[in-house]
């Protein structure tokens, strides 16, 4: 577990080194096939039964051919055994030509597995508009071998990694019914991160038993608390998703929003994806520092969402950020244009422990105190309060720097 992530229920227990595999029945692995120069960049994950599965997907409009041939799949069975996914070339604007890549990857990797096709989830991640090297593709999904001696999701998690400096992973542990059902996750994304998903992967495995229409419903709104809650740039890609597997081999009572341990489940995947969340927001191309922005008291959680994330998108902060100046007037900027329904003489807002707008008026606090919290600190915390109602959320982002430009000036070369 991130050191960013807190645990808020006793009943979750953090599997420390715990991984996409350490839910019973899953395997995985990476390998280089030639698309980039040196790094891993083909990566695959396989449960040993045809696991339910949800899907939440980006919401740009350019949706790359994986996506439909993901999609085309859990549509048929509400089913997935097997994902096969690359990095270096993303497989997006490149016409019927791309969406056969997408089919032939799906099929390939299918027949080296001995699975049916559309048992078969299909993913892409790196520069848009070019076509994937195909050959080099099938060469290296016939390298995979015997599934659980080639095991190994610290190479999955390196294979499916762009611009990313780390890999991200989570697990966690609970009891339903008296049987261990563990929840792990792994996920890609650093830069074109935005709300609505993102240039972001997220592919998290379970060996719960859940019934398929209540596993669609808790992804949704987990992702909608979580990874639709981080920024790091305002751009919203064009292949991203989070896949959710469910293979039932922790053998309990099948789990549904009717079942009495249902939030106990629901807590533990939102636990996952939020240090994922997270751990994708620190990882933000170039950043040096984590932003996380409370929000309460707004007339509706809508509102709060609306003020959260004004705040945390706005380069204007981010750039403060960074260079840890403690300028409040962009803040409150960015929540009086967010559209959320306030009264600014009501607004208090705090920047790590120092209140600096109370009954929307300054509030006096010490400017070289707060310069040394934004100096010293890796995480920044802005806490704002509109006292207009029960609303409340939870954003994450991350500053803008010099090396944000710098990496994405430079991104294809």
């Given at each position: 577990?991130n050191?960013?992530?807190?645990?808020?229920?006793?009943?979750?227990?953090?599997?420390?080194n715990?991984?996409?595999?350490?839910?019973?029945?899953?395997f995985?692995?990476g390998?280089?096939c030639?698309?980039?120069?040196?790094?891993?960049?083909?990566?695959?994950?396989y449960?040993?039964?045809?696991?339910?599965?949800?899907?939440v997907?980006?919401?740009?409009?350019?949706?790359?051919?994986?996506?439909?041939?993901?999609?085309e799949?859990?549509?048929?069975?509400?089913?997935?055994?097997?994902?096969?996914?690359?990095?270096?070339?993303?497989?997006?604007?490149?016409?019927?030509?791309?969406?056969?890549?997408?089919?032939?990857?799906?099929?390939?990797?299918?027949?080296?597995?001995?699975?049916?096709e559309?048992?078969?989830?299909?993913?892409?991640?790196?520069?848009?508009?070019?076509?994937?090297?195909m050959?080099k593709?099938?060469?290296?999904?016939?390298?995979i071998?015997?599934i659980?001696?080639?095991?190994?999701?610290?190479?999955?998690e390196?294979a499916?990694?762009?611009?990313?400096t780390?890999?991200?992973?989570?697990c966690?542990?609970?009891?339903?019914?008296?049987?261990?059902?563990?929840?792990?996750?792994?996920?890609?994304?650093?830069g074109?991160?935005?709300?609505?998903?993102?240039?972001?992967?997220?592919?998290?495995?379970?060996?719960a038993?859940?019934?398929e229409?209540d596993?669609?419903?808790?992804?949704?709104?987990?992702?909608?608390?979580?990874?639709n809650?981080?920024?790091?740039?305002?751009?919203?890609s064009t292949?991203?998703m989070?896949?959710?597997?469910?293979?039932?081999?922790?053998n309990?009572?099948?789990?549904?929003?009717?079942?009495?341990?249902?939030?106990?489940?629901?807590?533990?995947?939102?636990?996952?994806?939020?240090?994922l969340?997270k751990?994708i927001?620190k990882?933000?191309?170039?950043?040096?520092?984590l932003?996380?922005?409370?929000?309460?008291?707004?007339s509706?959680?809508?509102d709060?969402?609306?003020?959260?994330?004004?705040?945390?998108?706005?380069n204007l902060?981010?750039?403060?950020?960074?260079?840890?100046?403690?300028?409040?007037?962009?803040?409150i900027a960015a929540?009086?244009y967010?559209?959320?329904q306030?009264?600014p003489?009501h607004?208090?807002?705090?920047?790590?422990?120092?209140?600096?707008?109370?009954?929307g008026?300054?509030?006096?606090f010490?400017?070289?105190?707060?310069?040394?919290?934004?100096q010293?600190?890796?995480?920044?915390?802005?806490?704002?309060?509109?006292y207009?109602?029960g609303?409340?959320?939870t954003?994450?982002g991350?500053?803008l720097?010099?090396?944000?430009?710098?990496?994405n000036?430079?991104?294809?070369?």
């Amino acid at each position: 577990m991130n050191s960013i992530e807190q645990i808020i229920n006793e009943e979750i227990r953090v599997v420390e080194n715990g991984s996409i595999t350490t839910p019973a029945g899953f395997f995985a692995g990476g390998l280089h096939c030639g698309i980039k120069r040196k790094k891993l960049d083909l990566g695959w994950l396989y449960s040993v039964v045809p696991a339910t599965a949800a899907c939440v997907y980006t919401t740009n409009q350019f949706q790359a051919p994986p996506l439909i041939v993901t999609k085309e799949g859990i549509e048929k069975s509400q089913k997935i055994q097997g994902v096969i996914v690359n990095s270096g070339i993303a497989n997006a604007c490149t016409g019927n030509q791309g969406l056969s890549n997408a089919y032939e990857m799906r099929k390939l990797f299918a027949e080296q597995m001995n699975i049916q096709e559309y048992l078969v989830a299909v993913s892409s991640t790196g520069v848009i508009g070019e076509q994937l090297p195909m050959e080099k593709i099938k060469s290296g999904i016939s390298e995979i071998g015997d599934i659980q001696r080639q095991n190994d999701p610290s190479e999955f998690e390196k294979a499916i990694l762009t611009t990313d400096t780390f890999s991200k992973h989570v697990c966690v542990q609970l009891q339903i019914d008296g049987k261990t059902v563990t929840i792990g996750g792994t996920a890609k994304g650093s830069g074109m991160i935005h709300p609505n998903m993102a240039t972001m992967l997220g592919f998290i495995t379970t060996d719960a038993v859940v019934k398929e229409a209540d596993l669609q419903i808790a992804l949704k709104q987990v992702v909608d608390k979580t990874f639709n809650m981080i920024t790091v740039d305002g751009d919203t890609s064009t292949n991203d998703m989070v896949l959710l597997l469910a293979n039932q081999q922790a053998n309990h009572q099948e789990l549904s929003i009717l079942h009495p341990q249902w939030q106990l489940f629901m807590e533990g995947l939102e636990m996952v994806c939020r240090s994922l969340a997270k751990q994708i927001a620190k990882d933000g191309e170039g950043a040096t520092k984590l932003i996380e922005v409370q929000v309460q008291g707004a007339s509706s959680c809508e509102d709060a969402k609306k003020v959260a994330k004004s705040i945390i998108g706005s380069n204007l902060v981010k750039t403060a950020v960074f260079g840890e100046d403690p300028n409040w007037g962009r803040i409150i900027a960015a929540i009086g244009y967010s559209g959320a329904q306030l009264n600014p003489e009501h607004l208090k807002v705090r920047l790590g422990p120092f209140t600096v707008i109370e009954k929307g008026l300054p509030f006096p606090f010490s400017e070289a105190e707060a310069k040394h919290y934004l100096q010293q600190n890796e995480v920044i915390q802005i806490f704002a309060d509109l006292y207009c109602g029960g609303g409340k959320a939870t954003a994450w982002g991350c500053d803008l720097t010099y090396d944000y430009v710098k990496i994405n000036a430079s991104y294809r070369t």
